[in-house]
């Protein structure tokens, strides 16, 4: 679908790129200092764990990766296939990660490592759905495929070819999204420890009724599940 992506698209992406910033380090600046957004780190600490034989942090990072997959499930069970719908039930998955960041407040206020399994399965949620509406063109939990597409457009500029404008504004304000997100979780989390979550969760819930809201106002009912 190339980035002929709808507004709402584009607006809903930046906001949870805020959303993915805020959770990735509360979880980095919480007990166990661990990223959650995403799994390439998380990978590379697993394969010196095992290399350590440190199984409570193998048993520990096995369990932030099968959480973050099955949050991606869940959301492969929510949305069904990859078309781009506005009827699609895309508010039924950002309560369901709303309530997620919610629920991981007590466990990490407890020591728990639940709090960052529960967040994990969040922001797997919500990175599977981003790519699955937008083709896999947008990812808003990590950001690596961003800067990628600004390296390619600025070889592309040093070569004197034609710029893919709206890819790489598009990159631009996930990146900027998501250090935003990373600066106001820093500030919250020495401000309120745990209960920092509350707000991406806030806002991950106000993102999906406004979703709601806009399909209402265009008059497209819910898509039924099959």
Known sequence: MGM????????????????????NVVGYLGFEHQAVSHLTGTTSLLGAALVERDWRTVTHLCGVVVAFCAGATIS???????????????????????ALLAA??????????????LAAMA???????????????VRTTHLSGMFTDL????????????LPVRRLALSALIIAGFLVGGLLGAWLFGELRYHALLVPAALTGATGI?????????????????
């Open 76 to 98: 492969g069970l929510i949305l069904q296939d990859d078309t781009l719908r506005l009827g699609r039930r895309y508010g039924v998955a950002l309560a369901l990660e709303a």
């Open 210 to 226: 406004g979703y709601a809201a806009y399909r209402h106002w265009r008059g497209v009912p819910p898509e039924r599940s099959t």
């Open 123 to 137: 922001c797997g949620l919500q990175n599977a759905m981003v790519t699955t509406y937008s083709g896999a063109l």
């Open 151 to 162: 390296g390619i457009g600025l070889g592309h500029l040093m070569r004197g070819l034609a």
């Open 4 to 23: 002929r992506l709808p507004t709402w698209v584009w607006i809903g992406a930046v906001a949870l790129a805020c959303v993915a910033g805020m959770v």
């Open 104 to 117: 991981a407040v007590p466990a990490f206020e407890r020591v728990q490592i639940l709090g960052a399994l």
